[in-house]
C-alpha cells in the first residue's frame, strides 16, 4: 500500500508562487508515473500534471503550460509541483497520485491507484 501526503498548499497573490510537495510512503513510487489533479469547488476534479518514473517525460494541461513544472526525487519518494504565475483561477485543492498502470501518460482520475489528502491553494486577485 502506498501513503501520498501533499503539503505546500497556502494563500498566495497572484503572479506570485507556490511549490508542492508528494511525500511517498509504504512503498516505493519510483517505478510508478506521478500526477497532480486539481478540484475547484462546484467542479469536477481536473487532470494538472504528469510525469513518469525517471522524471524525464512530462506532460500538462494547457491551461498551466508554461507557469508550472512537475519534477521528482526517488531518492527521497518525492514528488513536486513548482507553481508559477499563479492567476485566481488556479485555486483549488490539489491532490497527488501514484498509477501503477502500464504508460506513464496518465491524464484521468480513474487511472490512478493512490491518492493524497489534497492540499489547498487559493490565490488572490
Known amino acids: 500500500q502506498v501513503q501520498l501526503v501533499e503539503s505546500g498548499g497556502g494563500l498566495v497573490q497572484a503572479g506570485g508562487s507556490l511549490r508542492l510537495s508528494c511525500a511517498a510512503s509504504?512503498?516505493?513510487?519510483?517505478?510508478?508515473?506521478m500526477g497532480w489533479f486539481r478540484q475547484a469547488p462546484g467542479k469536477e476534479r481536473e487532470f494538472v500534471a504528469v510525469?513518469?518514473?525517471?522524471?524525464?517525460?512530462?506532460y500538462y494541461t494547457d491551461s498551466v503550460k508554461g507557469r508550472f513544472s512537475i519534477s521528482r526525487d526517488n531518492a527521497k519518494n518525492t514528488v513536486f509541483l513548482q507553481m508559477n504565475s499563479l492567476k485566481p483561477e488556479d485555486t483549488a485543492v490539489y491532490y497527488c497520485?501514484?498509477?501503477?498502470?502500464?504508460?506513464?501518460?496518465?491524464?484521468?482520475?480513474?487511472?490512478?491507484?493512490?491518492w493524497g489528502q489534497g492540499t489547498q491553494v487559493t490565490v488572490s486577485s
Open positions: 497520485a501514484a498509477t501503477r498502470s502500464g504508460g506513464w501518460l496518465r491524464t484521468t482520475s480513474g487511472e490512478y491507484d493512490y
Open positions: 509504504g512503498r516505493t513510487v519510483n517505478s510508478y508515473a
Open positions: 510525469t513518469n518514473w525517471s522524471g524525464r517525460n512530462t
